[in-house]
């Protein structure tokens, strides 16, 4: 069975570093790459009864945007390198979703970028790569 | 073009009434005479008693819809409430779906619009007249309200109106046009048309300048009497911030501090009832002699029905079809579900909530007692208080007499609970505004404005008259969508049926 590595991007430096890393070991290896882009989100946020109403059109937007501007570059980028990969777009809590992802995947690597600032924000609430690095299900690298 | 000359001219009177208060006083004596000469009529046949008694039909026609519906669906509000609350975690929901409304967002915006003054004042007048029984038929009328809004929430989703952009319109309006037009039935774009106008009279109203209002009366009890236009300036500032100016981000400070707020008010009154332990079996001991008996209130038996039946209507809306507009954004293939997550919404609010209010006014001995007879003290036809205070000064007396701060938070829960019920009713008015005059960006501002500007109106002038109107309007809501519901009940019955049927067989599965 072949490799699958999964690469959480949100567009940032920090998990571009991550991607490059998980492209140079997915050359090695011959394992394949699935971009996960996961947006924040909260069933039990509360929202105005117009934000109700205009919710389902704004996911549309969210979602476009998400894969215009982040996900579809990275992909080409990816399978530019000669790398087999796809990618998924997700709402949710960003740790949990990345591990709902790659259970049902079938993932066998994790990459996280890490920025490395350590606010205390992070301390107190955990950043999400500090999270997967205690929930994740398959080996997980952080990238700095 | 003639929208923006509207929207000038209704701007110009807002200014005048800013800059003269004088004049706007004289301008109040003259809108309350033509008001009360005009519309005196509707409000009196609105609140008309049954003849040969106190009880208004209105209350009754709310009352007999809630218990049809209850034995309709079979006592579904106890039947599915365990399901309810399934839904409400999201343990139906397809993760797929995430990022769409949930079930709990329908839910809490729909209480936002219902949890407020009711709750907190309305409680007290209805204990303070029909004594502590009030509370025990408050009770039952709001179990039995769980079923009317399951009727019309679940159509409000069945029959909304879905547009190409992805945004949704749904209510009475839309169930009785669709629902009617599909049943063959006659008459429902009329009475569409009907309830829009109703709905917007009450969105003024009701969900505006009665708000407004009671918000300035509170805020000036703390901080000594001041002109109501200056709370009505503020109030209408930031309204028109939100709504016109799309500053999304107060709403949602608002949205999110009023839950807590809603928490903190039921934590306080829990904390309360506690420390008073050794008293909760004795008031519910009042509580359902009084409700039979009277316990010495005027109209005995009768009259404490009257006051809790009344109490449980005005506050969770059950019937008037409101809710059914904020409910119907939920995204969901089954209807039927948000009418189970809707019928939280009376047991919140009024089974919850007011039984609190009620709990801590009689625990804490706010309403005296002749020790001869046992029988509550009154005085025209009110108990006497310990305080002597009523309404909402009732309430905060009690409070007070446990927690000594606690009259503050209660002052800002007050105006935020206002605040957030008039940014649901300005949604609910324009919705039904729309409805009419159809979709457009200068339409919708041009009720908006009207809006904003009814809320100073509301906070300034003493417009009893008004003020009754759109109390009547609220109620009239009801009378155009039980009719409605009466008629298109069947269709929620064969929902309700096919899905138990999956729900049982294991088509409709959990993900959770």
Redesign the interface.
């Known amino acids: 069975m072949s490799e699958k590595y999964i690469v959480a991007c949100d567009g940032s430096p920090a998990s571009e570093r991550a991607l490059s890393f998980a492209v140079k070991q997915a050359q090695t290896t011959g394992a394949s790459i699935l971009i996960a882009h996961v947006l924040e989100w909260s069933p039990y946020s509360f929202l105005t009864p117009e934000e109700l109403e205009e919710r389902h059109k704004r996911r549309g937007e969210e979602l476009d945007r998400a894969k215009k501007a982040v996900v579809d570059t990275l992909v080409k980028s990816v399978s530019d390198e000669g790398v087999k990969v796809d990618s998924v777009i997700k709402y949710g809590h960003v740790a949990e979703t990345l591990v709902d992802i790659a259970e049902k995947e079938g993932a066998t690597q994790m990459f996280i970028g890490r920025t490395g600032h350590s606010s205390i924000a992070a301390r107190v609430f955990g950043s999400v790569a500090v999270i997967m690095a205690q929930i994740a299900p398959v080996p997980c690298t952080l990238v700095p | 073009m003639q929208n923006q000359k509207f929207i000038a001219g209704v701007t110009a009177i807002g200014l005048a009434l800013l800059s003269a208060p004088a004049l706007a006083q004289s301008i109040d004596e003259s809108v309350n005479q033509m008001f009360a000469s005009a519309t005196g009529w509707f409000v009196s046949f609105i609140f008309s008693p049954f003849p040969g008694t106190a009880f208004p039909w209105i209350v009754g026609w709310l009352v007999v819809a809630a218990t049809i519906f209850t034995f309709y669906f079979v006592f579904i509000q106890f039947r599915a409430f365990p399901h309810s609350i399934s839904l409400v975690k999201?343990d139906y929901?397809d993760?797929n779906d995430?990022?769409?409304?949930?079930h709990?967002?329908?839910l809490?915006?729909a209480l936002?619009?219902t949890v407020g003054l009711g709750n907190i004042a309305g409680v007290a007048v209805a204990v303070g007249i029909g004594g502590p029984g009030a509370t025990f038929w408050m009770i039952l009328a709001g179990l039995m309200g769980m079923a009317s809004k399951f009727t019309e929430c679940t159509l409000g989703v069945k029959y909304r109106n879905e547009y190409e952009?992805?945004?949704?319109?749904g209510g009475p309006m839309y169930y009785l046009t669709k629902g009617f037009a599909e049943r063959g039935l006659p008459g429902g774009r009329f009475l569409a048309i009907l309830f829009s106008v109703f709905c917007i009279l009450g969105a003024l109203g009701g969900g505006n300048m009665f708000q407004a209002n009671q918000a300035h009366q509170q805020i000036s009890g703390i901080f000594g009497g001041y002109p109501g236009w200056i709370t009505g300036v503020i109030f209408a500032g930031v309204v028109f911030a939100?709504?016109v100016g799309g500053l999304?981000s107060i709403?949602?400070v608002t949205?999110?501090v009023?839950?807590f707020m809603g928490v903190m008010y039921v934590a306080a009154a829990l904390i309360i009832i506690i420390v008073n332990a050794d008293k909760i079996g004795w008031a519910f001991g009042q509580i359902f002699t009084g409700a039979f008996t009277g316990l010495g209130v005027a109209g005995g038996m009768v009259g404490a029905l009257i006051q809790g039946f009344k109490r449980a209507a005005f506050s969770n809306e059950a019937g008037v079809g409101s809710a059914a507009?904020?409910h119907s954004?939920?995204?969901t293939k089954e209807p039927i579900t948000e009418g189970f997550v809707s019928l939280l919404e009376p047991f919140i609010d009024t089974v919850v909530i007011c039984t609190m209010t009620a709990l801590v006014i009689i625990i804490t001995g706010q309403l005296t007692i002749d020790a001869e007879t046992g029988n509550y003290i009154t005085e025209g036809g009110r108990i006497v208080t310990a305080s002597g205070a009523s309404g909402v000064g009732l309430t905060s007396a009690a409070f007070e007499s446990a927690i000594g701060w606690f009259p503050y938070v209660l002052a800002i829960a007050v105006v935020l609970f206002a605040f957030s019920t008039m940014?649901?009713w300005s949604?609910?008015g324009l919705k039904a505004w729309t409805y009419l005059f159809g979709e457009g960006k200068n339409k919708e501002i041009a009720f908006k404005v009207i809006f904003c500007i009814f809320v100073i109106i509301g906070a300034a002038a003493n417009l009893g008259p008004v003020i009754d109107f759109s109390d009547a309007a609220i109620f009239a809501m009801a009378v155009v969508n039980i009719i409605g519901l009466y008629c298109l009940m069947p269709i929620v019955k064969r929902e309700l049926n096919s899905y138990l049927e999956r729900l049982d067989s294991g088509v409709i599965k959990k993900f959770k």
């Open positions: 999201g929901s993760p995430a990022g769409e409304v949930s709990f967002q329908a809490a915006t936002s619009g952009d992805g945004t949704v319109s939100v709504i999304k709403a949602r949205e999110k009023v839950p507009i904020a954004a939920v995204r940014i649901s949604y609910y």
